[in-house]
Nanobody, 130 residues
């Protein structure tokens, strides 16, 4: 069983920055593909960013258009942790952010699909005040 634990959420003013972390542990965990999603009140859970490769030091990254240029996904293999660095935050970025782990490599078509991710964290709240 894979456990994913997010941290780093909080309250920030518009224009500010936050870095979210997702620590992974457990059997069956693969560093092959990790993603971040978010869910705002009353809305569907939506794709934010994903990373896919055989190692943390190289690979492909994917971003939702709404965060491209502001958010960066990265990972640390030694710590089994994936990060989401968020800059220029907007009020519309307010949501619960979830990390997820997929069992197979991702592509630009599959990265945004919730169905390809087998494990999910409990989420961390990000609130951006305007």
């Amino acid at each position: 069983q894979v456990q994913l634990v997010e941290s780093g959420g909080g309250l920030v003013q518009a224009g500010g920055s936050l870095r979210l972390s997702c620590a992974a542990s457990g059997r069956g965990f693969s560093t092959r593909a990790m993603g971040w999603f978010r869910q705002a009140p009353g809305k569907e859970r939506e794709f934010v960013a994903a990373w896919s490769s055989s190692s943390w030091n190289s690979g492909d990254t994917y971003y939702a258009d709404s965060v491209k240029g502001r958010f960066t996904i990265s990972g640390d293999t030694a710590k089994n942790t994936v990060y989401l660095q968020m800059h220029s935050l907007k009020s519309e970025d307010t949501a619960v952010y979830y990390c997820a782990s997929a069992a197979a490599w991702l592509t630009s078509n599959t990265a945004p699909l919730r169905s390809v991710y087998a494990y999910w964290g409990q989420g961390t709240q990000v609130t951006v005040s305007s």
